[in-house]
């Protein structure tokens, strides 16, 4: 059975460094939660703390009321795939699946039983008398999920166990592991670097830094309101710019260059009155090209035909380059040269302090 996971103030160190220095948060039960962040940013550390594989200096990690810290891995109850696989050369697949059944000494019949389930789950059933080294990557990935599963253990962890795919197959097996996991509904903790990845697999996301929680959400917030420019950054493409924001006829004008203004609506209500510097993130996307003067002056400096989209580099007057992002059309990209008026989807820009660099617009979406 799914349990919720619980972490109050988990600290990790090794010798005198700290890496995770008080991490405090829930994962719920049958959720689909992704630590995300870049290499050394402590994903893989926490992952590790909830298997039992290493210590935790300070604070609990629960799973339901179960304080687990004590706990051998053994005992947790947990599931894992990892990033190579791990199943065994010498044994079919379906023996591979059954190998942590018959360690728990359970009955033939209800591992045949078991294991035969597990396999329709990840569509291998065809596959059942096949040894591993006649799998694909994919294939294999499968059994090792399916081996992982088949325990009903309370957790499952996965440690970037799409690292070792080509791109197209990442893409298939991303898809086949969440629908995996809403039909067994088993709480999952996964471990990747890849932003697209955990946007695609994930309920929650939570985005980490040098060992600390940059931010908690869905896809879709962490993506559309990142909480700081560190997530923004991390998360997709941005361009990072400064303007200023003035209050004037009782309402907040975002400064954008001489002749072009936005009204912003949904700052908090804390936001000061007076002229205030600010960092804008605007994805490549979020920009608008214009030919009627409704926007930013630019010229464009280059392009990049990929199929679905355009790429523009744009230069605004001030000399500051852009990124922009444009759906193809029939006819012929814009030339370098081309002058543009570059304006900018108001709903979707972010704003953040400037010093700080935290979101200063409204938690409509966290």
Known sequence: MSVSIHFNNVIKKYDNTTV???????????????????????????????????????????????????????RRNIGMVFQNYAIFPHLSVANNVAFGLKNRNMANEEI??????????VQMTKFKKSMPENLSGGQQQRIALARAIVIEPSVLLMDEPLSNLDAKLRVDM?????????????????????????????????????????????????????????????????????????????????????QYEV??????????????????????????????????RAIIKGNMFLGMNIHYIVELQNGEQVEVIQESMI??????????YLGVKQNKINIFDFKSEVNVLKDDLL
């Open 20 to 74: 995770i220095p008080g991490l405090s948060f829930d994962i719920k039960e049958g959720e689909f939660f992704t630590l995300l962040g870049p290499s050394g940013c402590g994903k893989t550390t926490l992952l590790r703390m909830i298997a039992g594989f290493n210590s935790i200096e300070g604070g609990e990690i629960a799973f339901d009321d179960r304080v687990i810290n004590k706990i051998i891995p053994q």
């Open 174 to 258: 991303r898809e086949a592991i969440k629908d995996i996991q809403r039909n067994v509904g088993i709480t999952t903790v996964y471990v990747t670097h890849d932003q697209e990845e955990a946007l695609a697999v994930s309920d929650r996301i939570a985005v980490m830094n040098e060992g600390e929680i940059q931010q908690i959400g869905t896809p879709r917030a962490i993506y559309q309101r990142p909480a700081n420019t560190f997530v923004a950054n991390f998360i997709g493409r941005t361009n990072i710019i400064e303007r200023t924001i003035v209050y004037r006829d009782n309402k907040y004008l975002l400064v954008m260059d001489e």
């Open 331 to 340: 006819e012929e990209p814009l030339k370098p040269g081309k002058i543009i």
């Open 112 to 121: 045949g039983k078991r294991v035969d389930k597990m396999l329709d789950v």
């Open 263 to 296: 009204i912003i609506e949904n700052l908090k209500k804390s936001f000061d009155k007076q002229d205030t510097k600010v960092k804008l993130s605007i994805r490549p996307e979020e920009f608008v090209i214009n030919d009627n003067k409704n926007g930013m």
